[in-house]
T-cell receptor, first 113, second 112 residues
Framework: KAGVTQTPRYLIKTRGQQVTLSCSPI?????VSWYQQTPGQGLQFLFE???????NKGNFPGRFSGRQFSNSRSEMNVSTLELGDSALYLC????????????FGPGTRLTVL | AQSVTQLGSHVSVSEGALVLLRCNYSSSVPPYLFWYVQYPNQGLQLLLK??????LVKGINGFEAEFKKSETSFHLTKPSAHMSDAAEYFCAVSGDNNDMRFGAGTRLTVKP
């Protein structure tokens, strides 16, 4: 069974631009969560989607948004990029939201210049 | 809402020594508890999890953790550290509203 895949793996953008990251969950998993990981802040929860509905959202500004498609694939978008958005963005999928093991992708490393 | 506190952002042990990584949680409902490990430039992978039943949980790579309700703790241990254990470790809790929350992580260094 294929694992969680994230594309692209690496991305370099400049301030003010926007970016879209993609996540394909494990087949059969309908829950997808997104996290931002930085050396200073650790692992911060962004949002979780289940069956195309946003189930939960972390404490991030509205520049961060996401969506989930009918095939459970998910995208997250960051608009008007800031230097502080440089981070590793991790996607995780699970069978059951919240109460089940999450399977993580390798992440997308975003660098904002 | 539930939360997780990992005591010690960095832990250093000698090879062959006991590994102890501390995790305390809060939850208003019986929690599910998890430990994940992250190796450099990789995503997180599950080490072990507690849902219900036996409070001592054994995981991969010789790690185990004990759920202590009275102490609201779920500390991770390994009797003898190996160089390959060097990584970042995350404790997570799922409780209120089935929301998963991660701790800040503990970076484990293993000295030869």
């Amino acid at each position: 069974k294929a694992g969680v895949t994230q594309t692209p793996r690496y991305l370099i953008k400049t301030r003010g631009q926007q970016v879209t990251l993609s996540c394909s969950p494990i087949s059969g998993h309908r829950s997808v969560s997104w996290y931002q990981q930085t050396p200073g802040q650790g692992l911060q929860f962004l949002f979780e989607y289940f069956s195309e509905t946003q189930r939960n959202k972390g404490n991030f500004p509205g520049r961060f948004s996401g969506r989930q498609f009918s095939n459970s694939r998910s995208e997250m978008n960051v608009s008007t990029l800031e230097l502080g958005d440089s981070a590793l963005y991790l996607c995780a999928s699970s069978l059951i939201p919240g109460r089940d093991e999450q399977f993580f992708g390798p992440g997308t490393r975003l660098t904002v210049l | 809402a539930q939360s997780v506190t990992q005591l010690g952002s960095h832990v250093s042990v000698s090879e062959g020594a006991l590994v102890l990584l501390r995790c305390n949680y809060s939850s208003s409902v019986p929690p599910y508890l998890f430990w994940y490990v992250q190796y450099p430039n990789q995503g997180l992978q599950l080490l072990l999890k507690y849902t219900t039943g036996a409070t001592l949980v054994k995981g991969i790579n010789g790690f185990e953790a004990e759920f202590k309700k009275s102490e609201t703790s779920f500390h991770l241990t390994k009797p003898s550290a190996h160089m390959s254990d060097a990584a970042e470790y995350f404790c997570a809790v799922s409780g209120d509203n089935n929301d998963m929350r991660f701790g800040a992580g503990t970076r484990l260094t293993v000295k030869p």
